[in-house]
């Protein structure tokens, strides 16, 4: 669906080592300008490494930057805007404090974003530009995008159009060092020592990267820039594709990397130091655990990622399709790892679909919908745990997996819906209904009320409903239903559950043979 006319908008990011605003016009996925460009180095990161917080003096300094980026938006007479946090804010332990000073010094709202989000606003870019414009993989080999930042480290892994593997380790940069005290990281040991801590850290997944036979590995931002040029390489284009053996002599020529070598040699920054000496033992780590063929250094930022993601996902472009169904397929294997019945899932998704569909002018936007495929997949995972109790199984088994494309707060929404979607009615009495905000609320009725009858149309787990129509006559929602089998447990059930959807949608439902 093309915008009616080219989308100007701003996208500001408050960082660990900078603070930016990027002004740009969408036209198009693949008509993207940037207007103007401003950042603006800062230690902010440093501090947090150190005191675990931002004194009142940085939150002035943030502020003060921020007011200078609004007059920017003026002059470009820019009116549609996003402000973005991650680690610096996210990790901050006075970090309400800081939301709180910045909307009042500034009128703006931060969104922070957790980790998973960070990662995937990234992969979205990086994966439409390695793979459609300048196709730098081949799509019949598998690559790992690495993504280490001071907060974190994602691993993703895609073959062509498949995305094969995502986890999230919640151990970045600044996490790595903080487990160390001054006198630690000083020591002449401290190298070896922090080598084998993230050889450990590493571990649990090294055999499972390996079964994936991982052509290339991708590093990208300002961490992977700084190492190309520390091996000599310009990084003037998107993509620098090498052989590791360069990358494996850089780590050689250490004797032991430290960040006091790092800038003793090249006249790094300490902070800058301290951040880069972890991310590259790690990378060097994961190489040799992969044996990649190739290593691409790419210079996205997340600063671009989200830039370019805003237009795609504003204009509602056909790739957002894309990255779904991606997300569901790996939603999909998180549930085969507990062994659920993937017909039946694949069944009460289906199903869920074609309800939410329908329901669309009854307050159930495109995104409810989509988290509630992903409710529809996972409903079943606690039964690996237990029969007894398996909703509240499921609830923790979500909530303790990232969950690729979807924030904290959407997968909290899924968790609780799979905790609800076989017994109980969602209450302020359940603690973990308590806790959500009022819309996540009115998110989880909604899906637990649509799930339940989806469920229903299969409830023997046997297929006997070949295919539904739903239509809406005088405000009844009647489900027509292909079958040539006797669905009398199907029809109990449905009728059961027909009365919680009635409560929460305002309306009756009934289900009717024939008519498909």
């Avoid at 571990?203 to 079964?211: D, K």
């Avoid at 800058?272 to 000496?277: E, G």
């Avoid at 504003?314 to 659920?340: F, G, K, S, W």
Wanted: hydrophobic fraction near 40%.
């Amino acid at each position: 669906m093309a915008l009616p006319k080219v989308l100007r908008y701003a996208i500001l990011h408050v960082g660990s080592s900078s603070m930016s605003i990027t002004i740009l016009e969408y036209a198009g996925i693949d008509d993207v300008r940037v207007i103007d460009y401003a950042s603006r180095e800062v230690t902010f990161g440093e501090e947090l490494f150190q005191t675990s917080r931002l004194s009142f003096k940085t939150i002035e300094e943030i502020c003060s930057i921020l007011k200078g980026y609004k007059q920017l938006m003026m002059d470009y007479n820019v009116t549609r805007s996003r402000l973005y946090g991650t680690t610096v804010i996210r990790e901050a332990h006075n970090r309400r404090s800081i939301l709180d000073q910045i909307f009042i010094q500034t009128g703006m709202r931060v969104e922070v974003i957790d980790m998973p989000k960070e990662v995937y606003f990234k992969y979205a870019l990086l994966y439409y530009e390695m793979m459609y414009c300048q196709k730098a993989v081949d799509p019949s080999k598998a690559c790992l995008f690495v993504d280490i930042t001071s907060g974190g480290v994602g691993l993703t892994v895609w073959k062509g159009e498949r995305l094969l593997f995502q986890r999230n380790m919640h151990s970045g940069s600044l996490r790595v060092m903080e487990s160390f005290n001054r006198n630690q990281r000083a020591s002449i040991s401290f190298s070896r020592a922090i080598t084998e801590y993230l050889h450990r850290m590493i571990s649990p997944l090294r055999e499972e990267l390996q079964t994936f036979d991982i052509d290339s590995i991708i590093l990208s931002g300002d961490e992977a820039r700084l190492m190309a040029q520390l091996m000599g390489y310009n990084q003037s284009e998107s993509f620098i594709t090498i052989s590791p053996d360069p990358f494996n002599e850089l780590i050689s020529s250490f004797d032991g990397i430290t960040a006091t070598k790092l800038i003793s040699r090249y006249k790094i920054p300490e902070f800058k130091a301290n951040i880069l000496m972890p991310m590259m033992i790690l990378f060097y780590e994961i190489i040799s655990a992969i044996e990649p063929a190739q290593l691409i250094f790419s210079s996205f930022s997340f600063s671009q990622g989200i830039s370019w993601f805003y237009g795609v996902e504003a204009e509602n472009n056909p790739y957002m399709y894309q990255l779904r169904e991606q997300n569901a397929d790996l939603a999909r294997a998180i549930a085969a790892r507990y062994h659920t019945d993937a017909v039946h899932d694949k069944e009460v998704e289906r199903f869920s679909s074609l309800f939410c569909n329908a329901l669309r002018h009854k307050g159930l936007p495109e995104r409810w919908g989509y988290l509630c495929r992903i409710a529809s997949i996972l409903c079943s995972v606690g039964k690996f745990v237990s029969l007894r109790n398996h909703g509240e199984h499921a609830y923790h088994i979500v909530m303790g997996t990232d969950i690729f494309g979807l924030s904290e707060e959407e997968k909290q929404v899924v968790a609780t819906v799979v905790y609800y979607h076989y017994k109980g009615n969602p209450s302020d009495d359940d603690e973990y209904f308590r806790v959500l905000t009022e819309l996540q609320k009115i998110q989880v009725t909604k899906l637990v009320a649509i799930i339940r009858v989806a469920c229903a149309l299969d409830a023997g787990s046997n297929q006997k409903v070949e295919d539904i129509r739903i239509e809406e006559v005088e405000n009844t929602l009647v489900v027509h239903v292909k079958t040539k089998e006797n669905i009398s447990l199907e029809w109990w059930t449905f009728n059961r559950d027909a009365l919680y959807f009635s409560e929460i949608f305002g309306m009756e439902i009934s289900l009717a043979i024939g008519g498909v």
